[in-house]
């Protein structure tokens, strides 16, 4: 879920109308001391980041002047909390506040609606405040196809005990909080507090907003980089991999770390599920032999062959961990053999130096665990492939098997070469990259195979050597489907002459930061 | 009987034409499913595997008759539009396929689908089947693996996730096991037919004689079963797996959600509720198999 910072959340609830107090970010000492300067009043500061309870951490302080204001942003930008670095600050008027309220939307799955919740008292603690006052809570669901009528927010209102023109005030915003989490999507929208001032005005004092990840593609001006349920900022090799996702639709690829500190010593292995409730099962598999996960990834739904071999690539870009392991529910509808296949090209390139386990049970599973035993033979690392018919449990301790016989060698990060491809090979595009072929190598070739190997058909002879049999275009569209078939034919049983280049925006990079600081 | 399709189910397929929906028509047609007509708007008059294509609901309806269900396979935006036509034009079913479809697009869909009676499977599912009978969506990829993997039988089988709908199956199929239908609903947070209506459907089955659900955290479906067997809407011996024991519970997003669910969502929450109610709920999926064959023996109920 794609969380909004307040400041942005606020933004939006005052686009709908909804009072917030005047405030701007700062991400220095001195923009806090001229937005202070600017309000004129006393500040509010508070610290911009996805976690409750900034108060009791000091992230909330409150400064009488400018020059309070610089001095108080100062020792606030750059504190730690959790794993978030503190770089920018909402400043805002401070109010003068005689009570304290809480109103939140969420989507809940029971009732298949939003429920909008009330607290007539709100604050720190709502959570605690509920159990202890349940009846000082209301909640309704909501009509989607109608929305929230005024009427129906004042009657959770007065279930909550508010009355007299309170009641019109407060139902008023709840429509307007309705209103901005239907257009922005929220599955989760919450006001707390909501505030009413000693001058009698009601405030948004605080505002959380979560985006619905699905629907994050009709809101561009939210400019939300990575739609992913975080509770942290996005680390480097995830927006790496979040980018490969974004721009293609072929099946599921996420990726989430754990850790971005492996220390040499410890269990840690790349983890590469298949599908959420094999991932689960296969997790708990490989936690209970005493391994530690420093990322999980699932790569489901049909992906082609090139995501997987995407997701392997950035999986083995995490220094130390000791051996790679992939699962799924073990009876997969997909064609497993892209997988396998995506697993030998990123394998071979790697010259993979830690163990893999790979359980590719499904449709074609002989086929896949076929290909990996046939053409990883050559590296330097054990890999052993497993069907419908291995358990989880069983391939976690084959796992623990071949670290152990490999000493439990940590993986080292190698740099990403682009492959080099002589200037006149015959070349076309593919949805996610590009392959070449060079013909001069062609004379020596018998068996002609890749044209065989592509099961798409988009290949054809052409005296003697691979053409397209269809437009660039199309090719470029995705009738190539990438499933690396004639790469890996060519390659192992033929002339070498096929290099299928799929380029990960950002890992030749992130490499070579990670080489340089070990 | 099994639950949701029959044999002779009068089928649609909306989105036909498109990459996973020519490929699944195979499959459903190859698996005896009776597929009568398809729908992708511009593409009326075509066929794909000699189904005929029509460019709306409304006129498949009127050139085939009336029309059971409808399987959607079209991009995620699109769903929401494709179901509401389907629902609006009569078809009592359907199973919506794709994933990362909008959250309030599908409490839309729910909206309509209460208001004309109608019910869905999905987002985000692999569908369900019963064996010997159809399949609707995408189980077991090729006909000849589904006959393979998935035999006739007393088993129901209810999932919140695709690949477990069919390993479960596969593993009760190698011990001996057949299943009535089997059901992926979907893998989030809100969905059509969910955990208790799948049960609710089950219990009315008479070919349904056990239940196995593979549970997962997050949403209150178990809890909700849990609630069923409570209140006796659901009677028959149920076997339940709950994924995620190891994944750490995460930052609740939400006060408003944590104040009204409580404890409900977590693996400990689930497990406790299903145990309380008789379930007999396993730490290991291999387990399924031998206490349905226990089950089946009279040795537990």
Same mark, same amino acid.
């Given at each position: 879920?794609?969380?909004?910072?307040?400041?942005?959340?606020?933004?939006?609830?005052?686009?709908?109308?909804?009072?917030?107090?005047?405030?701007?970010?700062?991400?220095?000492?001195?923009?806090?001391?001229?937005?202070?300067?600017?309000?004129?009043?006393?500040?509010?500061?508070?610290?911009?980041?996805?976690?409750?309870?900034?108060?009791?951490?000091?992230?909330?302080?409150?400064?009488?002047?400018?020059?309070?204001?610089?001095?108080?942003?100062?020792?606030?930008?750059?504190?730690?909390?959790?794993?978030?670095?503190?770089?920018?600050?909402?400043?805002?008027?401070?109010?003068?506040?005689?009570?304290?309220?809480?109103?939140?939307?969420?989507?809940?799955?029971?009732?298949?609606?939003?429920?909008?919740?009330?607290?007539?008292?709100?604050?720190?603690?709502?959570?605690?405040?509920?159990?202890?006052?349940?009846?000082?809570?209301?909640?309704?669901?909501?009509?989607?196809?109608?929305?929230?009528?005024?009427?129906?927010?004042?009657?959770?209102?007065?279930?909550?005990?508010?009355?007299?023109?309170?009641?019109?005030?407060?139902?008023?915003?709840?429509?307007?909080?309705?209103?901005?989490?239907?257009?922005?999507?929220?599955?989760?929208?919450?006001?707390?507090?909501?505030?009413?001032?000693?001058?009698?005005?009601?405030?948004?004092?605080?505002?959380?907003?979560?985006?619905?990840?699905?629907?994050?593609?009709?809101?561009?001006?939210?400019?939300?980089?990575?739609?992913?349920?975080?509770?942290?900022?996005?680390?480097?090799?995830?927006?790496?991999?979040?980018?490969?996702?974004?721009?293609?639709?072929?099946?599921?690829?996420?990726?989430?770390?754990?850790?971005?500190?492996?220390?040499?010593?410890?269990?840690?292995?790349?983890?590469?599920?298949?599908?959420?409730?094999?991932?689960?099962?296969?997790?708990?598999?490989?936690?209970?032999?005493?391994?530690?996960?420093?990322?999980?990834?699932?790569?489901?739904?049909?992906?082609?062959?090139?995501?997987?071999?995407?997701?392997?690539?950035?999986?083995?870009?995490?220094?130390?961990?000791?051996?790679?392991?992939?699962?799924? #529910?073990?009876?997969? $509808?997909?064609?497993?053999?892209?997988?396998?296949? @995506?697993? =030998?090209? +990123?394998?071979?390139? %790697?010259? !993979?130096?830690?163990?893999?386990?790979?359980?590719?049970?499904?449709?074609?599973?002989?086929?896949?665990?076929?290909?990996?035993?046939?053409?990883?033979?050559?590296?330097?690392?054990?890999?052993?492939?497993?069907?419908?018919?291995?358990?989880?449990?069983?391939?976690?301790?084959?796992?623990?098997?071949?670290?152990?016989?490999?000493?439990?060698?940590?993986?080292?990060?190698?740099?990403?070469?682009?492959?080099?491809?002589?200037?006149?090979?015959?070349?076309?595009?593919?949805?996610?990259?590009?392959? #070449?072929?060079?013909? $001069?190598?062609?004379?020596?070739?018998?068996?002609? @195979?890749? =044209?065989? +190997?592509?099961?798409? %058909?988009? !290949?054809?002879?052409?005296?003697?050597?691979?053409?397209?049999?269809?437009?660039?275009?199309?090719?470029?569209?995705?009738?190539?489907?990438?499933?690396?078939?004639?790469?890996?034919?060519?390659?192992?049983?033929?002339?070498?002459?096929?290099?299928?280049?799929?380029?990960?925006?950002?890992?030749?990079?992130?490499?070579?930061?990670?080489?340089?600081?070990? | 009987?099994?639950?949701?399709?029959?044999?002779?189910?009068?089928?649609?397929?909306?989105?036909?034409?498109?990459?996973?929906?020519?490929?699944?028509?195979?499959?459903?047609?190859?698996?005896?499913?009776?597929?009568?007509?398809?729908?992708?708007?511009?593409?009326?008059?075509?066929?794909?595997?000699?189904?005929?294509?029509?460019?709306?609901?409304?006129?498949?309806?009127?050139?085939?008759?009336?029309?059971?269900?409808?399987?959607?396979?079209?991009?995620?935006?699109?769903?929401?539009?494709?179901?509401?036509?389907?629902?609006?034009?009569?078809?009592?079913?359907?199973?919506?396929?794709?994933?990362?479809?909008?959250?309030?697009?599908?409490?839309?869909?729910?909206?309509?689908?209460?208001?004309?009676?109608?019910?869905?499977?999905?987002?985000?599912?692999?569908?369900?089947?019963?064996?010997?009978?159809?399949?609707?969506?995408?189980?077991?990829?090729?006909?000849?693996?589904?006959?393979?993997?998935?035999?006739?039988?007393?088993?129901?089988?209810?999932?919140?996730?695709?690949?477990?709908?069919?390993?479960?199956?596969?593993?009760?199929?190698?011990?001996?096991?057949?299943?009535?239908?089997?059901?992926?609903?979907?893998?989030?947070?809100?969905?059509?037919?969910?955990?208790?209506?799948?049960?609710?459907?089950?219990?009315?089955?008479?070919?349904?004689?056990?239940?196995?659900?593979?549970?997962?955290?997050?949403?209150?479906?178990?809890?909700?079963?849990?609630?069923?067997?409570?209140?006796?809407?659901?009677?028959?011996?149920?076997?339940?797996?709950?994924?995620?024991?190891?994944?750490?519970?995460?930052?609740?997003?939400?006060?408003?959600?944590?104040?009204?669910?409580?404890?409900?969502?977590?693996?400990?929450?689930?497990?406790?509720?299903?145990?309380?109610?008789?379930?007999?709920?396993?730490?290991?999926?291999?387990?399924?198999?031998?206490?349905?064959?226990?089950?089946?023996?009279?040795?537990?109920?």
């Amino acid at each position: 879920m794609a969380q909004l910072f307040e400041f942005q959340g606020k933004k939006l609830l005052k686009e709908e109308g909804i009072r917030i107090p005047e405030g701007e970010v700062a991400s220095s000492p001195e923009e806090a001391f001229r937005i202070a300067q600017r309000i004129g009043k006393p500040v509010a500061l508070k610290i911009q980041v996805w976690v409750t309870g900034r108060a009791g951490m000091d992230g909330i302080q409150f400064a009488e002047n400018p020059e309070d204001a610089k001095e108080k942003a100062s020792r606030m930008l750059g504190m730690n909390i959790q794993a978030f670095v503190v770089d920018t600050l909402l400043v805002e008027e401070k109010l003068d506040i005689r009570s304290e309220y809480f109103v939140g939307l969420f989507v809940n799955d029971a009732q298949k609606a939003p429920l909008l919740v009330f607290s007539s008292v709100g604050g720190t603690g709502i959570e605690e405040i509920a159990k202890v006052h349940p009846e000082k809570i209301a909640q309704i669901p909501v009509d989607v196809a109608r929305g929230l009528r005024d009427y129906e927010a004042r009657n959770l209102l007065r279930k909550a005990g508010i009355s007299g023109r309170l009641l019109l005030q407060l139902s008023e915003t709840l429509v307007r909080l309705y209103r901005t989490a239907r257009k922005y999507d929220a599955r989760s929208a919450e006001i707390n507090p909501l505030v009413l001032t000693e001058d009698d005005l009601v405030y948004a004092a605080d505002c959380h907003l979560v985006v619905d990840d699905y629907a994050v593609f009709r809101h561009p001006e939210l400019g939300i980089e990575v739609a992913r349920e975080f509770d942290r900022p996005p680390t480097p090799l995830e927006k790496i991999a979040y980018r490969v996702e974004e721009k293609d639709y072929r099946g599921t690829f996420y990726f989430l770390q754990m850790t971005e500190e492996i220390p040499k010593k410890e269990k840690y292995i790349g983890f590469n599920g298949a599908g959420g409730g094999g991932s689960m099962m296969s997790m708990d598999a490989v936690l209970d032999k005493g391994f530690k996960l420093a990322n999980y990834c699932d790569t489901s739904g049909n992906p082609a062959a090139s995501k997987v071999y995407r997701a392997a690539k950035i999986i083995l870009s995490q220094p130390h961990i000791k051996g790679y392991f992939a699962s799924g #529910s073990g009876v997969a $509808s997909q064609e497993q053999y892209h997988s396998a296949r @995506g697993l =030998v090209k +990123a394998f071979y390139e %790697e010259n !993979l130096d830690i163990p893999g386990v790979i359980r590719l049970g499904g449709n074609f599973e002989e086929k896949a665990i076929q290909i990996l035993a046939t053409y990883l033979k050559d590296i330097p690392a054990e890999v052993e492939g497993y069907g419908r018919d291995d358990s989880p449990e069983f391939c976690a301790e084959r796992m623990e098997v071949l670290i152990n016989r490999n000493n439990s060698v940590p993986h080292e990060v190698r740099p990403i070469r682009d492959p080099v491809v002589p200037a006149e090979a015959y070349a076309f595009e593919t949805f996610t990259g590009k392959i #070449s072929i060079d013909h $001069s190598k062609c004379p020596d070739c018998r068996t002609k @195979g890749c =044209v065989e +190997a592509c099961k798409a %058909e988009i !290949l054809k002879l052409d005296r003697g050597r691979p053409v397209l049999a269809i437009s660039e275009n199309e090719a470029k569209k995705g009738k190539c489907t990438e499933c690396l078939a004639c790469e890996i034919f060519c390659k192992f049983h033929e002339q070498d002459a096929i290099i299928i280049h799929l380029p990960i925006p950002g890992l030749k990079d992130y490499r070579e930061k990670i080489l340089k600081r070990m | 009987m099994s639950i949701l399709v029959e044999k002779d189910s009068r089928v649609l397929v909306q989105g036909i034409t498109g990459r996973e929906g020519m490929v699944r028509t195979r499959l459903m047609k190859d698996y005896g499913t009776n597929v009568v007509a398809g729908v992708t708007p511009g593409k009326g008059g075509t066929d794909v595997y000699d189904v005929p294509v029509y460019d709306s609901v409304e006129e498949a309806w009127e050139k085939e008759g009336p029309l059971d269900i409808s399987v959607i396979f079209v991009p995620a935006a699109l769903v929401k539009d494709a179901a509401l036509e389907a629902i609006d034009a009569g078809v009592m079913l359907l199973v919506i396929v794709p994933d990362r479809v909008p959250i309030y697009d599908v409490l839309e869909i729910s909206h309509l689908a209460k208001e004309k009676g109608a019910s869905f499977v999905g987002p985000n599912t692999l569908g369900l089947l019963s064996p010997g009978k159809a399949v609707l969506g995408m189980i077991g990829g090729r006909a000849e693996r589904a006959r393979e993997w998935f035999r006739p039988g007393k088993v129901g089988v209810s999932s919140r996730s695709g690949g477990m709908t069919s390993a479960i199956s596969y593993y009760l199929t190698e011990i001996g096991l057949g299943q009535s239908t089997i059901i992926h609903v979907g893998g989030d947070a809100v969905v059509g037919l969910s955990h208790p209506e799948v049960m609710e459907l089950f219990e009315k089955d008479e070919q349904t004689e056990i239940v196995v659900l593979f549970g997962e955290i997050g949403t209150t479906q178990e809890e909700r079963v849990a609630d069923l067997i409570e209140q006796g809407g659901f009677t028959k011996p149920l076997i339940a797996f709950i994924g995620g024991k190891a994944a750490k519970s995460g930052t609740r997003f939400s006060h408003a959600g944590a104040i009204v669910e409580g404890s409900r969502g977590s693996y400990e929450n689930k497990v406790k509720r299903l145990k309380e109610v008789g379930a007999h709920v396993v730490d290991l999926v291999s387990d399924i198999p031998k206490v349905a064959k226990k089950i089946c023996k009279g040795e537990i109920q």
